[in-house]
């Protein structure tokens, strides 16, 4: 079937893409362009050609599918379609509706004249893939729209509607009512009134000071853009489009800088980031037609930090939420902590009294769990014990309607084993969220033994209508996130151990991007969840070494900031983090104590070691099926878990590195410590052998 389809009205001849799902500028597409255009430049009885989208979409710009094949270069690629398009003879009219982004739009810039709806939405977002538009969008574009508005939408990505143009040369007219109708209409006209046929990159910029704004403009994106490269580029190639001597060589800055930019370790990232989240959303064995379940109201067992903020989640989707606490002290203390940060929304002007009112509307407080009895789906966030899981899910399964799905927000515990304590195991899955729930964006869908496909279907569904980014993890003790951090942590105990302080190790860790250091993490998620956790492995896995100085602090009730010390110290309502001189006295004691010889550590070594650590879990999790692609694990930690998303997750990074590289590191590490915590995992030896990647196929 062709990518477009080719129809005459009067002497006008229309080229309609139909390639859904967003008509991705495709090999198949361009090429049925292009077939079309010839068909109407060879056809006399044709006086003009528009070129339209669907009524939802013009052009998504790159197909997807195509990203790091050959197919996305293959002639005719992008730039050699638009400036075949652009030297038309007759008229070339683009209409866009919808959607029209990136190379869409830089397609469109190849028409003589643009005519949209006020409500389509336009973009060059490429900058968000860490390039910037390389088919002519940065040399074209202020041509239309002048250098502010061009840089603006260039080195932003976000998409603007067409309406705000309306008046300049980018839109010859801003139409209400049927695209296609207006769209003859106005090439009947160009046609009677023989307006001339400009090319964009004939037209000059006027722009007095641009030097001016081009330098503020720069340092502005400086400070925000990091550690990507991609904002500046799309600057300076703005700047090329007004200061080059001719278009030609404006094109050639901007060839150059996109091939420079594809190279980098950061647009890899990102590229690899945006792909991860797609694929993260599939599920091998379930079909996208498996039937789903409707989730009209929830529940949630527990008010306290995490059932708050899960609630949240819901209320803000529209969804009604039942929430249930044991003590109506409680049930209080957790409403009116959800009411506080609406209000705090709210005061912000954030959220309007009229959200607000129904976002709390759809809020219900319980003690009795006969109230949970309507409910579509109900998730467990109560203390984590498996005795107290227990409790709860038995009562569950008495008290929910059958299809009900049952849902644990455990961290650690073994879900099939929660699954078992009802007589509808395949209807329980885990639905972990991350603190603060209602702010975090990782979901992790834990998939029990028997959790039923309908079940994982309808979870993921709503995990994307509450914004979440869903990511499914197999049964093991900490699911993919924790698991892997569990490793990192023992890796950060064992170099305090050995001579590095806390904020040693931080520093370096932040240095290498990280959000937060892990000892600052610790305290900032509570010492105590850790010792817990620990308390429970040293019985069910008396095997795995841990450093004993967290729990030395634990023994002192240092439990992080809301205790006011942990690894560090605290000042009251201060959340800065104070090395303290005490810790680096209790650290020097348990190692003379433990009969450890302090050394000097590098940053490097610090760096190294905690994240290959985090690799190497990592990679053992994918090996076992526990995650179903590596991927999954870069979305984890950098949805989850702040790790710099200029380096795309530890998968990613261990393939930067290189894989032979690392396995080879770890095994050094495990030579020297006789530690088979650094056996590498046998996924990189494999592939490494191989020459392969983690992230590859
Ligand atoms: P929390 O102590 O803040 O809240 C637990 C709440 O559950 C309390 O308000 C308590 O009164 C209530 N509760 C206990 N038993 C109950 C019962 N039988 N019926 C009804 N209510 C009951 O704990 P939290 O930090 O919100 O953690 C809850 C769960 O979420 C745990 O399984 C934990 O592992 C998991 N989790 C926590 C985090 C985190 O960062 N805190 C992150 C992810 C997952």
């Keep these: 079937m062709s990518s477009t389809t080719y129809a005459l009205s009067g002497s006008t001849a229309v080229i309609t893409f139909n390639s859904p799902p967003v008509n991705g500028m495709s090999y198949e597409l361009r090429s049925s362009i292009l077939a079309d255009f010839d068909k109407a430049t060879a056809d006399p009885a044709v006086s003009a050609i528009v070129m339209i989208g669907s009524e939802k979409v013009f052009s998504g710009g790159a197909d997807i599918k195509e990203f790091g094949s050959p ?54 977002p490429e900058v968000k893939l860490g390039l910037l538009p390389g088919a002519g969008g940065t040399q074209r574009l202020p041509r239309l729209i002048g250098v502010e508005y061009a840089t603006n939408l260039i080195a932003k990505g976000d998409p603007v509607p067409a309406g705000l143009f309306q008046g300049t040369p980018l839109f010859d007219e801003v139409v209400q009512g049927d695209l296609l109708v207006a769209a003859l209409a106005f090439a009947e006209k160009v046609v009677t009134e023989k307006r001339p046929l400009k090319r964009v990159r004939d037209t000059r910029i006027k722009y007095p000071n641009h030097e001016l704004f081009l330098n503020w403009a720069k340092t502005m994106v400086k400070g925000m853009a990091g550690p990507f490269p991609a904002p500046i580029k799309c600057i300076e190639a703005v700047s090329a489009a007004v200061t080059s001597k001719s278009f030609e060589e404006g094109m050639k800055f901007e060839r150059d800088a996109f ?99 129904k976002r709390m509307g759809l809020l219900t407080g319980t003690l009795d769990y006969a109230n949970l009895a309507s409910c579509d789906l109900v998730i467990e966030a109560v203390f984590e014990d498996m005795g107290v899981k227990q409790q709860v899910f038995s009562k569950l399964d008495e008290v929910c309607k059958p299809g009900c799905i049952l849902a644990s927000n455990t961290s650690t515990l073994d879900l099939n084993k929660v699954a078992e304590f009802t007589k509808r195991p395949e209807d329980v899955v885990g639905l ?82 990280m959000v937060m250091g892990i000892f600052r993490m610790s305290d900032l998620a509570g010492g105590d969840i850790g010792w817990h956790i620990r308390k429970r492995r040293y019985i069910e896995a008396p095997e795995v070494k841990y450093s004993g100085f967290a729990d030395k602090l634990c023994e002192l009730g240092r439990f992080g900031q809301k205790t006011g010390k942990g690894y560090y110290l605290y000042q009251e309502g201060r959340r800065d983090a104070i090395p303290d001189p005490e810790v680096e006295k209790m650290l020097e004691d348990y190692r003379k104590e433990k009969g450890i010889v302090p ?8 760096v190294e070691r905690c994240i290959f650590a985090l690799i190497n879990e990592g990679a053992r999790i ?55 915590f650094w056996e590498p995992a046998k996924l990189i030896v494999e592939r490494a052998a191989a020459g392969k990647q983690l992230t590859g196929k």
């Design 432 to 513: 972990h969220f991350f603190s603060p729930a209602n702010v975090m964006k990782l979901l992790e869908i834990v998939r029990g033994a028997k959790t039923s496909k309908e079940v994982m279907a309808t979870v993921m569904q709503i995990g994307k209508k509450i914004k979440k980014i869903c990511v499914v993890s197999g049964v093991c003790d900490g699911f993919i996130g924790n698991r892997m951090v569990d490793h990192y942590g023992r890796m950060a105990g064992s170099l305090l151990d050995e001579g590095a302080t806390p904020w040693q190790v931080d520093k370096a860790l932040e240095k290498f991007g």
């Design 622 to 676: 994918v090996e076992e099926g526990i995650a179903a692609r590596a991927s999954d694990i870069d979305m984890v930690y950098l949805t989850g878990y702040g790790f710099p998303m200029h380096r795309g997750g530890p998968m990613l990074y261990a393939d930067e590195v290189g894989l032979y590289t690392v396995a080879r590191r770890m095994q050094s590490f495990a030579d020297a410590t006789g530690d088979k």
């Design 599 to 606: 050394r000097k550590i590098s940053d490097e070594e610090i």
């Design 259 to 357: 091939a420079q930019l594809m190279m980098t370790s950061e647009s890899r990232a990102l590229r690899h980031l945006f792909m991860a989240e797609r694929a993260a959303s599939k599920i091998a064995d379930i079909p996208d037609d498996t039937p789903t379940r409707k989730i009209e109201r929830v529940g949630v067992i527990g008010a306290g930090t995490m059932g708050g903020g899960i609630a949240m989640n819901f209320l803000n989707a529209g969804i009604a939420v039942t929430i249930l606490e044991m003590k109506q002290e409680a049930l209080d203390k957790g409403i009116g902590i959800i009411r506080k940060n609406y209000e705090g929304t709210l005061k912000k002007g954030k959220l309007t009294q009229d959200k607000f009112d």
């Design 71 to 124: 197919k996305a270069f293959a002639e005719p690629n992008l730039p050699t379609l638009i400036g075949i398009l652009e030297n038309s003879k007759k008229p070339l009219i683009a209409a866009i509706g919808g959607t029209c982004m990136g190379g869409g739009l830089e397609l469109a810039l190849s028409a003589h004249f643009r005519i949209a709806t006020a409500t389509a939405q336009i973009a060059l």
